[in-house]
């Protein structure tokens, strides 16, 4: 079967499933779609998806079924429930959840999936709202390669940097990696900037440099920017981080790891929602700097 013939359904229509959503229907994928707001879909049905009332419905009429949701509860929900997921997809489907979750709740949905023969992944991305839209999201992927081979054409419309990581679970702990990665840059970031406000330089002129060199990163690139226009809109949430961090941090205690750079960052952006800005994007952390 070319992967074009398989029926897509993907739910969670936010600031990146709408985006990956466009992209597989400009790529020539028939889509359903399901989302607790049925107004977020809107631009999806327009340009051709079908909406299904359900989670249940939507599992049963897909061929591969795609989750980004916001929590690990959201994930628990719409894959364990009497109506969810694995309890109304059909044998031989495939079930990818992209959204950044649980590895122990990843390995769990594997286990389950198997026996009712169903192909579990997950694979988190990262890339934010720029990459969501571009097709550019690298897709940490964990599960079997059969089922990854299988998969791989969609994930290619959706991202770039696609790598199956392991076993079920494996995607989840190298996204896990990715928000440590960023976490401690964001606070390096910030702290960038405001040095050059205060030094009287011009921040747009050091960030035209300092991105060339060995300070360079995609958070420098693509949100230093929005921190020096003052632009706070989400490309990716402020509360989302925040989940992403926990996760991270109880994962590293359950390996005896001890990790002061995610420790730090999480307080910082716990203190930044305590405020109010829960649903900025990420670079709203400057905002405890100046």
């Not at 029926?7 to 020539?28: E, H, P």
């Not at 996204?175 to 840059?185: D, E, F, L, R």
Request: glycine share 10%; with cysteine; aromatic share 6%.
């Amino acid at each position: 079967m070319d992967s074009t013939d398989f029926t897509i359904g993907l739910i969670g229509a936010g600031v990146m499933g709408k985006s990956m959503a466009l992209n597989l229907i400009d790529a020539g994928y028939t889509l359903h779609t399901y989302t607790r707001t049925k107004e977020k879909a809107t631009e999806l049905i327009e340009r051709g998806a079908t909406w299904k009332d359900s989670v249940a419905q939507l599992a049963a009429d897909s061929d591969v079924i795609i989750s980004i949701v916001g929590y690990p509860s959201d994930v628990e929900e719409i894959y364990l429930s009497e109506t969810g997921i694995l309890a109304n997809a059909k044998a031989g489907a495939y079930v990818i959840d992209m959204t950044t979750s649980s590895p122990l709740l990843a390995e769990k949905i594997a286990v389950l999936a198997k026996e009712k023969q169903i192909h579990a992944l997950d694979a988190p991305v990262s890339g934010g709202d720029i990459g969501a839209k571009n097709g550019t999201l690298a897709i940490m992927v964990g599960g079997e390669q059969d089922a990854f081979n299988a998969v791989k054409p969609i994930f290619e419309v959706i991202g770039q940097h696609i790598m199956l990581q392991g076993d079920p679970g494996a995607g989840q702990h190298t996204k896990m990696c990715n928000q440590i990665t960023i976490a401690s840059n964001m606070i390096g970031v910030c702290e960038a900037i405001v040095y050059a406000e205060h030094a009287g330089l011009n921040p747009e002129k050091v960030l035209e440099t300092i991105t060339t060199g060995a300070a360079g990163s995609w958070s420098l690139t693509n949100l230093a920017p929005r921190m020096i226009a003052e632009n706070y809109a989400p490309g990716f949430y402020v509360k989302h981080f925040i989940k992403d961090m926990t996760i991270a941090l109880e994962s590293a205690k359950a390996m005896g790891l001890t990790t002061p750079g995610i420790e730090l960052s999480l307080s910082l952006y716990k203190r930044l929602a305590d405020k109010g800005e829960q649903d900025s994007g990420t670079q709203a952390l400057i905002k405890l700097f100046r």
